[in-house]
């Protein structure tokens, strides 16, 4: 077991890691970094979704890990185990130990599917997929479909592109279209979120698609709780809509998607019709299914186990277990010499690699300011982050907002195109200038 010392520590080798690490070597000549990453491979996870609907190739998207570490970075190759911020140690699952005097967290989130009863048993069989894990298989489940019903859902946990759900809906959607499969599937969407995107003008071209475009019936308030992979049911449990509203049912007066509800009795399921009503007048653990012949959804996740139990992590409240960061600077909320960026953090915004990008050069500022004995005083960030929604094989919009769901669309790209209607200018942009500016720019340390 060895101790290493470096300057700085950069926990985690994803977007956040590497590009935070490049412009830092970028800002200041000669300083130590060091990242801990233990994979071999990076991936561009953006464009899984277009690997889901055989719009692009799986290995289109992956470079080893090597090859976009910064040159002048110490690669430690490792696991972490804990974090000790009071004796400024990492300690890794080797017995290692690496001691820093500044520390940047960004080792994303993890998948849990033991957080939903039998999604481990059914992940990847039975017609259930994710493009958060294996977008080559939802390929193969899409490619195959021949109709009934497709069910696009999520989970009730923060899930890193909240966008991504229905992304692959609407170009699944778009696939059945030109494939003469209209008329024989209904695409279903179930979400325990309460709208189908909370800022405009995005919030009013997406809810175009959804029931003018592609007629799709969808759900608010619908916390999938089980997937039987076998009987291929989904079920769900009702949250409270906000206001007292009990619009539940939405573009599907006629049970298309085909729910039902039921509680149990007696140890026999008793079945009622499923219809808006106020959550208090719903039988006794009243649950709510839907048989489906395909179900894509998006995984439930958490902050990483071993993250969630270090001291710079929220140790109650509804944000336990994330990263406790200053919204606006990305300072621990509890030491000074650390700073966490993208989906590990309590930043109430949609994690996403735009939001990263935007964090980067705001840590790289108060990270220096701090080394040079200041504050951090730099409130650079202000929760933006941003959604390419593709809803179309040929069609994208891109979704840029702030905190509080304010828009927030560049000025520049604004000039030129309205970037709040799906077009084809903005699917070029996604299928080929995005990876082009994350290979060649974002992970290479320059700020834009």
Same mark, same amino acid.
């Given at each position: 077991m060895a101790t290493h010392k470096h300057q $700085? $520590?950069?926990i985690g080798g994803g977007t956040g890691g590497i590009m935070i690490a490049a412009q830092l070597l970028r800002a200041r000549k000669g300083l130590d970094v060091a990242i801990i990453e233990p994979s071999e491979y990076h991936y561009y996870q953006p464009a899984w979704t277009l690997v889901g609907a055989g719009l692009m190739s799986k290995q289109a998207t992956i470079r080893k890990e090597k090859k976009v570490m910064p040159k002048k970075a110490t690669w430690i190759k490792d696991y972490v185990e804990t974090i000790d911020p009071d004796a400024m140690t990492v300690t890794l699952r080797s017995g290692d130990t690496v001691e820093y005097e500044y520390l940047i967290v960004t080792p994303g989130l993890e998948i849990n599917l033991d957080l939903i009863e039998g999604l481990k048993d059914t992940m @990847? #069989?039975?017609g259930v997929c994710s493009n958060y894990i294996d977008p080559e298989y939802t390929w193969e489940v899409l490619k195959n479909f021949q109709g009934g019903t497709a069910l696009f859902t999520q989970p009730a946990t923060p899930i890193k592109c909240p966008g991504a759900p229905q992304k692959i809906m609407y170009l699944s959607a778009d696939h059945f279209k030109r494939h003469g499969l209209k008329d024989k599937a209904t695409v279903v969407f179930a979400t325990p979120g %309460?709208?189908?995107f909370g800022t405009e003008p995005f919030k009013s071209e997406l809810n175009r698609y959804v029931h003018e475009v592609y007629d799709i019936p969808h759900r608010f308030g619908y916390k999938l709780v089980k997937v039987d992979g076998e009987n291929k049911e989904a079920h769900y449990e009702r949250l409270p809509l906000p206001e @007292?509203? %009990?619009d539940y049912v939405h573009n599907d007066d006629s049970n298309r998607a085909g729910f039902k509800g039921y509680y149990m009795e007696d140890g026999k399921r008793v079945e009622f019709d499923e219809k808006n009503e106020p959550l208090d007048s719903l039988p006794a653990g009243a649950r709510f299914v839907i048989k489906f012949d395909m179900m894509h &959804? /998006?995984?439930?996740?958490? /902050?990483? /186990?071993w993250f969630q139990k %270090? #001291? &710079?992590a929220n140790q109650d409240g509804p944000d336990k277990g994330w990263m406790a $960061?200053? #919204?606006n600077t990305l300072q621990s909320r509890f030491y000074k010499n650390v700073f966490g960026a993208g989906d590990v953090t309590d930043l109430p915004t949609a994690r996403t690699g735009a939001a990263i990008r935007k964090q980067a050069p705001v840590i790289v500022k108060n990270l220096l300011d701090v080394m040079d004995g200041k504050d951090a005083a730099y409130e650079g960030y202000n929760g933006y982050s941003s959604c390419p929604l593709v809803v179309a094989h040929n069609r994208m919009l891109l979704a840029e907002f702030k905190y509080d769901n304010i828009r927030s669309s560049d000025p520049l790209l604004? #000039?030129?195109l309205d970037t709040g209607k799906a077009s084809y200018p903005m699917w070029l942009l996604k299928r080929y200038g995005l990876p082009f500016l994350y290979w060649h720019a974002m992970l290479k340390g320059y700020n834009f």
């Open positions: $700085v $520590v950069v @990847g #069989k039975n %309460t709208v189908i @007292g509203r %009990t &959804l /998006a995984p439930p996740q958490m /902050a990483p /186990a %270090t #001291k &710079l $960061v200053h #919204k604004s #000039k030129f």
